[in-house]
């Protein structure tokens, strides 16, 4: 599976945005780019996915670079409640609905 | 959205003991499901995928005899951890995800496991 690089934490200010980065410098042409979030003590909440053009929906934007070797996910206006660890996961979509392979994301703290 | 619920939510009971976790899939049919283990402070690691009407493909190192999975239905997975030990304390995930191309996945709680 191609391998992604999250910093392993962040801090952000309450209703700031935030812009969590990933590297995926060995994403191959079928790979999708996908977020997923963990709040504590629960399972993990989709959030967004992409191919190669920016994506926006109601939780977040997701801007892939042009060459597509990393990706950020932009929440716009962090809350308390986005405090959770975030993992950017790359899946390859040539084979249906596979299984993800979750790294260590990157944990989020967010600053009242 | 779509719903995956888990139960239970959290168990603890004596070594030795036999758990089974249910996932359910509440608003679509799911041909596969996932089970994934937990430990504290660390990430999600697959155990096996779920498959309707067939067995289970187990990830590498996983005892497919230790971890029983059927998935009997559309919109149910169970997995029982057989003859539990304190090592087996972990928190157990599932997932599922709507018939489609390229589907996110949708997961339950989890279900915290304790073993004394």
């Known amino acids: 599976d191609a391998k992604t690089t999250q910093p392993n934490s962040m801090e952000s200010n309450e209703e700031e945005p935030v812009h969590l980065p990933c590297n995926h410098s060995t994403i191959s042409g079928t790979d999708y780019i996908h977020w997923y979030r963990q709040l504590p003590s629960q399972g993990p909440e989709y959030v967004i996915h992409?191919?190669?053009s920016n994506v926006n929906n109601r939780m977040a934007s997701l801007a892939i670079a042009e060459d597509r070797k990393s990706s950020t996910l932009i929440l716009h206006r962090a809350t308390l409640r986005d405090a959770a660890v975030y993992y950017c996961?790359?899946?390859?979509?040539?084979?249906?609905?596979?299984?993800?392979?979750f790294g260590t994301g990157t944990r989020l703290t967010i600053i009242p | 959205g779509a719903v995956v619920s888990q139960h239970p939510s959290r168990v603890i009971c004596k070594s030795g003991t036999s758990v089974k976790i249910e996932c359910r899939s509440l608003?679509?049919?799911?041909?596969?499901m996932f089970w994934y283990r937990q430990f504290p402070k660390q990430s999600l690691m697959l155990m096996a995928t779920?498959?309707?009407?067939?067995?289970?493909?187990?990830e590498q190192g996983v005892e497919k005899d230790k971890f029983l999975i059927n998935h009997a239905s559309l919109t149910l997975s169970t997995l029982t951890v057989t003859s539990a030990h304190p090592e087996d304390s972990s928190f157990y995930i599932c997932s599922a995800s709507k018939t489609g191309w390229n589907q996110p996945q949708h997961f339950g709680d989890g279900t915290r496991l304790s073993i004394l």
């Open positions: 992409g191919l190669t």
């Open positions: 996961i790359l899946r390859d979509a040539s084979f249906g609905n596979e299984k993800l392979t």
């Open positions: 779920s498959n309707e009407g067939s067995k289970a493909t187990y």
């Open positions: 608003d679509f049919q799911a041909t596969t």
